[in-house]
């Protein structure tokens, strides 16, 4: 990978957007036209190379590595609609971290925003912290959100993650979460997508689910009353191939949606 | 004399919104929204006089207000403070993302004070101001 | 006789969401004074009220210096406010929902010159509600259409007796309708709360909830609607048999409506316990004909947010910082902002966060310079940098309200501004005035 590297050098007292920061857009620039590219300072436009130092050049998409250094808990939109390439972030980041993203590979050595991953198309989010609210969720209004790709939260995830995920088996798009623990109504609106989590999740798991899986290896505070037991199984097969080994009671739902439905819901036996 | 395990809960009433349209800074509005409405049982628990003052205690802060029995019970366990200054000294921030704080339901403890001076809406914000 | 009052008929209400059309205001000829009010709420009589002259209304401009309010000419007070606002770097335009519609619109056009953040009070009330509407729709109707055909009522987490005072007799319960001749016994009132309130003592059938939980109790209410046999015996405090009962009640109904409030909105889950009321009533009408109404808190944030939408595409929490509007509460909501310290000055219209905003968020509004375009001494004003004295629309100034069903009414006027106050239309238009100057510069 050619690496370019970009270190933020001011303190911001206000959020940067910075959605110019991709590999798409990075891919084939010298360092001065990286410098020029637009972000966005409180209600300024400003330009990258007023807030990062940059170095390295890259010429392929695929072949782009950014890595960003110093605080960006306040920047947001970084990796948004990003096609290929990576980026790695070695501190928290801001919100809308590789929103809208369809391909390549976005490392976080931290904690995440809210709406990390929103909207994804895919490629691969990997966050190792906790992450906020709305994690690979459908922005406002939409009413089909992450449709493939794949999003790791090593820790917690927020309230409403996956909200009206998509999945499609005629082309094979299998959009799907791994978490460590999770806030309330992880997956509501489940249209097909798929979530494991390691450890507990709060109320309201699988609100609304049309359809999907949704395996949960630790407790949940509160089933929802309109899922039922259907039994128990020794494993969990999930539409992407993958098999999760283990004892997990195997429940329907959300009845709200359907008197019979293909929706599942496990939880460790 | 104090409660435990309570759940807080935050609304309008028609006095306090009486008393705000009459002046917020009047000594009606702390008798409207700066107090504290018990459940008939839960308040003989406290062991104190209908009008004591008393310390409501939540993970967001405290606030001192008349404490009063319920005409809109029984609701055990449940306390209710009007909307306004009082009640928002106790409230979640938070709005997991959706905006709206958490104004209602929210974990609270309440202690009985020997002595403590309910504040005026004025001077419980003007609090925040100096801080 | 030489008249010495006189008489407003049909007076639209400036308070609540129920929006009155039919107050009777006498006002004293001599003094401009209001000296009664018929078929008023006790609250909407106490506005009238407060309108006159009062050692807590403001009638002239106001700038804090040294830790205490002058009074300063107009001139002073638009220059100073309009230096804070275009010397901000984020600001917040945030309130508007007691006033009229030009005046809400007025503000737009001050957000879009600023690329500020503009917003409501919907944003701390019935946002969610907003939300809600926006990911699952919403079967609406007038208030008209309840009063004359409802039968069967259900209030859930609302408290109109206090809340809505004559909601009651004008539309939801004791009123003669063209389908209810019969009044209050023509109708079936339920009423969902963790509080036995005002409202349910005089309800035909309560339900205790446990606090929280009304998302779970909704979803049970559709899974059985749906035929589902559930595996729990009890949801949210209540028992399967009354689950089940009441979905015979809502099934058998001729016409039902649900009146929502802030026990939906303000509690954990917040749109989406509104988001499953919504589609509660959605499937309800695979059996009767159902809608929904929620009882909106002020009597004009229902036209903010349609002002604000008309104008920009989104109701509240618009963002104008990248020079075009971005909807995201949560994200440009003012108490997060707030509690982010991402606003560096505020200008309050027609509102008081002071009182009804989160300590913490507000400890932050005052952190930074502060403007109130206000009526009256408030915990905002009280401690504004400037203070904008406002003539109070619905009495001192007409304009048009939207009331809880959306329904448009104008507002009358029946005095004359006291003082040297100015309706908050005109002064957010020296503001505009006075700010595309400063930016022209």
């Given at each position: 990978?050619d690496?370019?590297k970009?270190?933020?050098?001011?303190?911001?007292?206000?959020?940067?957007?910075?959605?110019?920061?991709?590999?798409?857009?990075?891919?084939?620039?010298?360092?001065?036209?990286?410098?020029?590219?637009?972000?966005y300072?409180a209600t300024?436009?400003?330009?990258?190379?007023?807030?990062?130092?940059?170095?390295?050049?890259?010429?392929?998409?695929?072949?782009?590595?950014?890595?960003?250094e110093?605080?960006?808990?306040?920047?947001?939109?970084?990796?948004e609609?990003?096609?290929?390439?990576e980026?790695?972030?070695n501190?928290?980041?801001?919100?809308?971290?590789?929103?809208n993203m369809s391909?390549?590979?976005?490392?976080?050595?931290?904690?995440?925003?809210?709406?990390?991953?929103?909207m994804?198309?895919g490629g691969?989010?990997?966050?190792n912290?906790?992450a906020?609210?709305?994690?690979?969720?459908?922005y406002?209004?939409?009413?089909q959100g992450?449709?493939?790709?794949?999003?790791?939260?090593?820790g917690?995830?927020?309230?409403?993650?996956?909200?009206?995920?998509?999945?499609?088996?005629?082309a094979?798009?299998?959009?799907?979460?791994?978490?460590?623990?999770?806030d309330?109504?992880?997956?509501?609106?489940?249209?097909?997508?798929?979530i494991?989590?390691?450890g507990?999740?709060?109320r309201?798991?699988?609100a609304?689910?049309?359809?999907?899986?949704?395996?949960?290896?630790?407790?949940?505070?509160?089933?929802?009353?309109?899922?039922?037991?259907?039994?128990?199984?020794?494993?969990?097969?999930l539409?992407?191939?993958?098999?999760?080994?283990?004892?997990?009671?195997?429940?329907s739902?959300?009845?709200?949606?359907k008197?019979?439905?293909?929706?599942?819901?496990?939880?460790?036996a | 004399?104090s409660l435990?395990?309570?759940?807080?809960?935050?609304?309008?009433?028609?006095?306090?919104?009486?008393?705000?349209?009459g002046?917020?800074?009047?000594?009606?509005?702390?008798?409207?929204a700066?107090?504290c409405?018990?459940?008939?049982?839960?308040f003989?628990?406290?062991?104190?006089?209908?009008?004591?003052?008393?310390?409501?205690?939540?993970?967001?802060?405290?606030?001192?207000v008349?404490?009063?029995?319920?005409?809109?019970?029984?609701h055990?366990g449940?306390?209710?403070?009007?909307?306004?200054?009082?009640?928002?000294?106790?409230?979640?921030?938070?709005?997991q993302?959706c905006?709206t704080p958490?104004?209602?339901?929210?974990?609270?403890?309440?202690?009985?004070v020997?002595?403590?001076?309910?504040?005026?809406?004025?001077?419980?914000?003007?609090?925040?101001?100096?801080? | 006789?030489?008249?010495?009052?006189?008489t407003?008929?049909?007076?639209?209400?400036?308070?609540?969401?129920t929006?009155?059309?039919d107050?009777?205001i006498?006002?004293?000829?001599?003094?401009?004074?209001?000296v009664?009010?018929?078929?008023g709420?006790?609250?909407?009589?106490?506005?009238?009220?407060?309108?006159?002259?009062?050692?807590?209304?403001?009638?002239?401009?106001?700038?804090?210096?040294n830790?205490e309010?002058v009074?300063?000419?107009?001139d002073?007070?638009?220059?100073?406010?309009?230096?804070?606002?275009?010397?901000?770097?984020?600001?917040?335009l945030?309130?508007?929902s007691?006033?009229?519609?030009d005046a809400?619109?007025?503000?737009?056009e001050l957000?879009?010159?600023?690329?500020a953040?503009?917003?409501?009070?919907?944003s701390?009330c019935?946002?969610p509600s907003?939300?809600a509407?926006?990911d699952?729709g919403?079967?609406?109707?007038?208030?008209?259409?309840?009063k004359?055909?409802?039968?069967?009522?259900?209030?859930?987490?609302?408290?109109?007796?206090?809340?809505?005072?004559?909601?009651?007799?004008?539309?939801?319960?004791?009123i003669?309708?063209?389908?209810?001749?019969?009044?209050r016994?023509?109708?079936?009132?339920?009423?969902?709360?963790?509080?036995?309130?005002?409202?349910?003592?005089i309800?035909?059938?309560y339900?205790?909830?446990?606090?929280?939980?009304?998302?779970?109790?909704?979803?049970?209410?559709?899974?059985?609607?749906?035929?589902?046999?559930?595996?729990v015996?009890?949801?949210?405090?209540?028992?399967?048999?009354?689950?089940k009962?009441?979905?015979?009640?809502?099934k058998s109904s001729?016409?039902?409506?649900?009146?929502?409030g802030?026990g939906?909105t303000?509690?954990?889950?917040?749109h989406?316990n509104?988001?499953?009321?919504?589609?509660?009533?959605?499937?309800?009408?695979?059996y009767?004909?159902f809608?929904?109404?929620?009882?909106?808190?002020h009597?004009?944030?229902?036209?903010?947010?349609?002002?604000?939408t008309w104008?920009?595409?989104?109701?509240?929490?618009?963002?104008?910082?990248?020079?075009?509007?971005?909807?995201?509460?949560?994200?440009?909501?003012?108490?997060?902002?707030?509690?982010?310290?991402?606003?560096?000055?505020?200008l309050?219209?027609?509102?008081?966060?002071?009182?009804?905003?989160?300590?913490?968020?507000?400890?932050?509004?005052?952190?930074?310079?502060?403007?109130?375009?206000?009526?009256?001494?408030t915990?905002?004003?009280a401690?504004?940098?400037?203070?904008?004295?406002?003539?109070?629309?619905?009495i001192?100034?007409?304009?048009?309200?939207y009331?809880?069903?959306k329904?448009?009414?104008r507002?009358?006027?029946?005095?004359?501004?006291p003082?040297?106050?100015?309706?908050?239309?005109?002064?957010?238009?020296?503001?505009i005035?006075?700010?595309?100057?400063?930016?022209?510069?």
């Amino acid at each position: 990978m050619d690496e370019i590297k970009l270190k933020i050098k001011k303190k911001l007292e206000f959020p940067l957007e910075a959605d110019s920061i991709t590999p798409d857009n990075f891919a084939g620039k010298t360092v001065a036209e990286i410098k020029k590219l637009p972000l966005y300072y409180a209600t300024k436009k400003v330009t990258l190379g007023n807030f990062f130092d940059v170095s390295g050049k890259s010429i392929e998409v695929a072949n782009t590595k950014i890595i960003i250094e110093g605080d960006l808990s306040n920047v947001k939109r970084i990796g948004e609609k990003m096609t290929g390439g990576e980026i790695e972030i070695n501190s928290a980041v801001g919100m809308h971290i590789g929103n809208n993203m369809s391909g390549g590979k976005i490392v976080v050595n931290g904690n995440a925003d809210d709406w990390a991953g929103a909207m994804l198309q895919g490629g691969e989010l990997e966050i190792n912290g906790d992450a906020g609210h709305y994690v690979g969720s459908a922005y406002r209004g939409y009413w089909q959100g992450m449709k493939n790709g794949i999003i790791k939260v090593k820790g917690k995830v927020g309230v409403e993650s996956m909200l009206w995920a998509k999945s499609s088996k005629p082309a094979n798009k299998w959009p799907t979460l791994y978490c460590g623990s999770a806030d309330s109504f992880l997956g509501i609106h489940n249209h097909g997508g798929t979530i494991v989590v390691e450890g507990n999740v709060d109320r309201c798991a699988g609100a609304d689910q049309a359809w999907g899986n949704i395996v949960i290896k630790g407790k949940v505070s509160r089933l929802l009353p309109s899922y039922k037991k259907v039994g128990e199984v020794k494993e969990v097969q999930l539409p992407n191939g993958e098999v999760i080994k283990g004892k997990f009671i195997e429940y329907s739902g959300d009845h709200t949606i359907k008197k019979e439905t293909n929706g599942r819901l496990y939880i460790a036996a | 004399m104090s409660l435990n395990n309570l759940i807080l809960l935050t609304g309008r009433t028609i006095s306090q919104g009486v008393a705000l349209e009459g002046g917020k800074a009047s000594r009606e509005n702390v008798r409207a929204a700066g107090i504290c409405t018990f459940d008939t049982d839960d308040f003989k628990k406290l062991d104190c006089i209908v009008g004591t003052p008393v310390k409501v205690i939540t993970d967001y802060g405290e606030v001192l207000v008349y404490s009063t029995i319920t005409e809109e019970g029984p609701h055990p366990g449940i306390i209710f403070i009007p909307m306004g200054p009082w009640a928002n000294q106790l409230v979640n921030p938070s709005s997991q993302g959706c905006g709206t704080p958490t104004y209602k339901g929210i974990k609270a403890k309440v202690e009985v004070v020997k002595n403590g001076k309910v504040l005026g809406a004025i001077e419980l914000i003007g609090k925040l101001k100096e801080a | 006789m030489v008249e010495k009052v006189k008489t407003f008929e049909d007076v639209c209400c400036p308070f609540c969401g129920t929006l009155c059309d039919d107050l009777e205001i006498d006002v004293d000829l001599k003094t401009d004074q209001v000296v009664e009010v018929r078929n008023g709420c006790q609250i909407g009589t106490k506005k009238y009220f407060s309108s006159n002259p009062s050692d807590h209304r403001f009638t002239k401009p106001l700038i804090r210096k040294n830790g205490e309010h002058v009074e300063v000419s107009w001139d002073e007070a638009i220059d100073k406010a309009a230096d804070i606002l275009v010397k901000a770097q984020r600001p917040l335009l945030y309130g508007f929902s007691s006033t009229e519609c030009d005046a809400q619109s007025r503000g737009v056009e001050l957000a879009e010159i600023l690329n500020a953040i503009l917003d409501n009070t919907a944003s701390v009330c019935h946002g969610p509600s907003l939300l809600a509407i926006q990911d699952v729709g919403a079967s609406l109707a007038t208030l008209g259409e309840i009063k004359n055909r409802a039968d069967t009522i259900i209030f859930w987490g609302s408290n109109p007796v206090h809340a809505h005072p004559r909601h009651l007799s004008r539309y939801s319960d004791f009123i003669r309708g063209y389908f209810r001749t019969d009044g209050r016994n023509d109708r079936y009132i339920v009423v969902v709360d963790p509080r036995n309130t005002h409202t349910a003592q005089i309800a035909d059938k309560y339900i205790r909830i446990n606090p929280s939980e009304d998302y779970e109790l909704i979803q049970a209410i559709r899974a059985v609607l749906r035929g589902a046999d559930l595996d729990v015996k009890e949801v949210s405090g209540v028992s399967i048999e009354d689950i089940k009962e009441l979905v015979e009640i809502l099934k058998s109904s001729n016409f039902g409506v649900v009146f929502f409030g802030m026990g939906l909105t303000q509690s954990l889950a917040h749109h989406r316990n509104v988001d499953t009321a919504i589609r509660l009533v959605a499937e309800l009408n695979d059996y009767t004909k159902f809608l929904l109404i929620p009882m909106r808190g002020h009597y004009n944030v229902a036209g903010a947010n349609q002002v604000f939408t008309w104008n920009t595409g989104y109701a509240y929490s618009i963002d104008f910082s990248r020079g075009y509007p971005r909807y995201n509460p949560g994200e440009f909501s003012s108490v997060d902002l707030l509690m982010r310290d991402e606003v560096d000055a505020a200008l309050i219209v027609a509102s008081d966060p002071g009182s009804n905003f989160p300590a913490a968020s507000v400890k932050n509004l005052f952190k930074h310079p502060l403007i109130a375009i206000e009526p009256h001494k408030t915990p905002t004003s009280a401690f504004a940098d400037v203070v904008l004295p406002a003539a109070i629309a619905g009495i001192e100034c007409e304009g048009t309200a939207y009331r809880m069903d959306k329904v448009p009414l104008r507002l009358r006027k029946v005095k004359e501004p006291p003082g040297e106050t100015l309706s908050d239309k005109e002064i957010l238009e020296r503001l505009i005035e006075k700010v595309k100057e400063k930016l022209g510069e």
